[in-house]
């Protein structure tokens, strides 16, 4: 019985840290999906339809890598990160993008 009462506290206590390491995303930037240049060229250097990228809404990368995908400062980034998990919108379809949303899809470019 104590051994059961001391899994569930264990698992409990497991359960309850998951959130903070969501929310910090562990360092990354999410990458908003939503740009239709974006889109386009990620589509077609990937060869798959516009909605199968637009389906994964973002992606996740380094603040180095988002900076120069979003256009952005770093420091602006590493700003937000003080407030939460930062965010931006691609506004360039770098080869750093591309081979995040083909590591999200599970596609391997042909």
């Not at 974006?38 to 900076?67: C, F, R």
């Not at 602006?76 to 407030?83: F, I």
């Not at 691609?90 to 083909?102: C, E, F, H, P």
Request: aromatic fraction near 0%.
């Amino acid at each position: 019985m104590r051994k059961t009462l001391s899994l569930m506290l264990a698992a409990a206590a497991g359960l309850s840290a998951i959130p903070a390491a969501a929310a910090d995303n562990n360092g990354l930037v999410v990458i908003d999906l939503t740009n239709a240049d974006v889109l386009n060229n990620l589509a077609q250097n990937l060869k798959v339809n516009v909605s199968d990228i637009s389906a994964l809404n973002n992606v996740s990368v380094p603040i180095g890598l988002a900076a120069a995908i979003c256009d952005v400062n770093a420091n602006v980034l590493a700003a937000q990160k003080k407030t939460g998990t930062p965010t931006c919108t691609a506004k360039n379809s770098t080869s750093a993008l591309q081979s995040a949303v083909q590591k999200k899809l599970g596609t391997v470019s042909q």
